[in-house]
């Protein structure tokens, strides 16, 4: 327990247990508990068939007899079960279809003439930054003026600027939202469950802009239900330079126009996960996960304010000897929990 201690917003928070779960132990006592989730929406056709065989070689691979798992797909629980039957989860994982709309597809105008240059610029022009409305209308101009004179010149060049933002910003927002009461209602269904729960995501990220303090909630209430995030991008090696095509099939699709990481990266690091991301090799990436979830430390703690007021708290766990990276929680939502059940039969 000395090796550990942690700080909160409590006056005075003592770590009362700690216990470390390594790989190697008896299969009747490895008990894990995954749910894939395939998050169609925010997934490339190309993408989606790559982490859906890197999900096929993780089930075979990974999955012990000690082991249950869920696959999620279009939102619903495969089967409406977890399972310990590879042969359902492999149906499951296969289940998993490309989505006609996709957070790719609404990306897809941003590199049509007149450009927005990034996410970040479409959800300042759908606030009504004017000036960058202009600049970017003028850079149109000068890119292409015959286009320009077709169009009408610069004044219509922003509003064609402006109704494209504003229509990306409101179909992303709308996908995120879903992502967001997926994710919310997977760990209000995985709280009633004993121990740690890990949820893979499966997703190339999604519009959190202007959103990052819900996604920060979704995380909050995902810690206190047991569950870590681990999210997979299936993009394989991405690129952030030179002259993007965001629809285009291949290696090294370019993320310029690209801010959606922010939103697996608060997940995962509020869950004490982490983001697995810019690996060709997808099955390599589900085996970092594997590894992960199978050696790790459970620290029990007694917070000085019993109450559960609903509130978000925060806590960090750091290490003795001083120097030693610790993967944990960021917080959790002070919320009371449903009776407890397990999945596995004593």
């Known amino acids: 327990i000395e090796q550990f201690y942690m700080v909160t917003h409590d006056p005075v928070t003592r770590v009362s ?3 470390a779960d390594e790989g190697g132990r008896p299969a009747e006592a490895a008990h894990r ?29 990974h ?29 499951g994982v296969r289940a998993a ?27 300042r022009v759908a606030q009504g930054a004017r000036e960058l409305r202009a600049d970017l209308a003028a850079a149109a101009c000068r890119q292409d003026p015959v286009l320009c004179e077709i169009e009408g010149r610069a004044d219509e060049v922003q509003n064609v600027i402006e109704r494209k933002a504003r229509t990306y910003v409101r179909e992303a927002r709308r996908l995120t939202g879903q992502t967001i009461s997926t994710l919310n209602a997977v760990s209000d269904s995985l709280s009633k469950f004993a121990g740690r729960k890990t949820v893979v995501l499966m997703t190339e990220g999604f519009f959190a802009e202007d959103s990052r303090a819900t996604v920060e909630r979704t995380a909050a209430r995902a810690a206190r239900a047991g569950v870590t995030i681990y999210t997979i991008d299936g993009r394989g090696l991405t690129s952030k330079t030179g002259i993007p095509d965001v629809t285009a099939i291949g290696a090294q699709r370019s993320e310029v126009f690209d801010t959606g990481e922010d939103g697996p990266s608060i997940l995962a690091a509020g869950t004490g996960g982490m983001m697995v991301r ?13 590894r992960d979830t199978s050696t790790y430390y459970v620290i029990g703690y007694s917070p000085t304010r019993a109450k559960m007021d609903g509130k978000f708290r925060r806590i960090e766990v750091k290490a003795n000897p001083a120097g030693l990276e610790v993967r944990a929680r960021r917080g959790y939502m002070a919320t009371e929990l449903p009776p407890q059940e397990t999945i596995w039969k004593r």
């Open 63 to 91: 999955i012990g007899p000690g082991d249950a798992a869920g696959v999620l797909v279009n939102g619903e629980l495969y089967q409406n079960r977890l399972t310990t039957d590879k042969g359902a989860l492999l149906a």
């Open 278 to 290: 810019n690996l060709d090799d997808v099955t390599r990436a589900f085996g970092m996960v594997a």
């Open 17 to 19: 247990m700690i216990a």
């Open 97 to 123: 279809k490309p989505a006609i709309e996709t957070r790719q597809s609404l990306l897809a105008p941003f590199r049509e003439w007149p450009r927005i240059p990034s996410e970040s610029d479409a959800l």
């Open 33 to 61: 508990l995954f749910l894939l989730i395939f998050d169609e929406h925010h997934l490339a056709s190309d993408s989606l068939m790559r982490v859906r065989k890197g999900a096929e070689a993780f089930v075979m691979a």
